[in-house]
T-cell receptor, first 114, second 111 residues
Framework: NAGVTQTPKFQVLKTGQSMTLQCAQDMNHEYMSWYRQDPGMGLRLIHYSVGAGITDQGEVPNGYNVSRSTTEDFPLRLLSAAPSQTSVYFC?????????????FGSGTRLTVV | ELKVEQNPLFLSMQEGKNYTIYCNYSTTSDRLYWYRQDPGKSLESLFVLLSNGAVKQEGRLMASLDTKARLSTLHITAAVHDLSATYFCAVDIYNNNDMRFGAGTRLTVKP
């Protein structure tokens, strides 16, 4: 059972480049979300989805796009990377209510924008 | 403005000692989570607290929730080195799966 799988684990981008961070879960969880983690700031919610075809903005959505065409996949797109987007990105999933076991997190993607 | 505040942010303690980490939040919620993160690793779910007065214990860690005071605590009993990590609380905003995190408490347990 793979849980939440994120790829790539590391990425270096040049300013202005675009890329997609991949997130897939095999637990049939309805809810998926993307967070970024910066030193001293905890995790901040970028976008989330409560089911296929439904997405919504979190705390810090600017510069990021998401889509949810299937229950399993929730990719995060950076359209034009900026140095301020240098961060560690985590994908998480849960049942709709997240009541039983909390949220399951992926192993993270460390992104550097130069 | 919505806030989730943890204190202390840094905690250095000796093995065998007890201490409490506090998590205050500024909005209505009856769903609070505690996570552990080791350096360079992902987050591991420790506790899910779902109602006022909820108390959960696992080993040397005990978490509680007071929704009226909008306060959760994570109590460490007789700390050991293996508990060294960063601990995060997170609040489910409006019980709508919009989860907001505190800044984290970096715990170091020294021999």
């Amino acid at each position: 059972n793979a849980g939440v799988t994120q790829t790539p684990k590391f990425q270096v981008l040049k300013t202005g480049q675009s890329m997609t961070l991949q997130c897939a879960q095999d637990m049939n969880h309805e809810y998926m979300s993307w967070y970024r983690q910066d030193p001293g700031m905890g995790l901040r919610l970028i976008h989330y989805s409560v089911g296929a075809g439904i997405t919504d903005q979190g705390e810090v959505p600017n510069g990021y796009n998401v889509s949810r065409s299937t229950t399993e996949d929730f990719p995060l797109r950076l359209l034009s990377a900026a140095p301020s987007q240098t961060s560690v990105y985590f994908c998480a999933s849960s049942t709709r209510t997240g009541k039983v076991d909390g949220y399951t997190f992926g192993s993270g993607t460390r992104l550097t924008v130069v | 403005e919505l806030k989730v505040e943890q204190n202390p942010l840094f905690l250095s303690m000796q093995e065998g000692k007890n201490y409490t980490i506090y998590c205050n939040y500024s909005t209505t919620s009856d769903r609070l989570y505690w996570y552990r993160q080791d350096p360079g690793k992902s987050l591991e779910s420790l506790f899910v607290l779902l109602s006022n007065g909820a108390v959960k214990q696992e080993g040397r860690l005990m978490a509680s929730l007071d929704t009226k005071a909008r306060l959760s605590t994570l109590h460490i009993t007789a700390a050991v080195h293996d508990l060294s990590a960063t601990y995060f609380c997170a609040v489910d905003i409006y019980n709508n799966n919009d989860m907001r995190f505190g800044a984290g408490t970096r715990l170091t347990v020294k021999p």
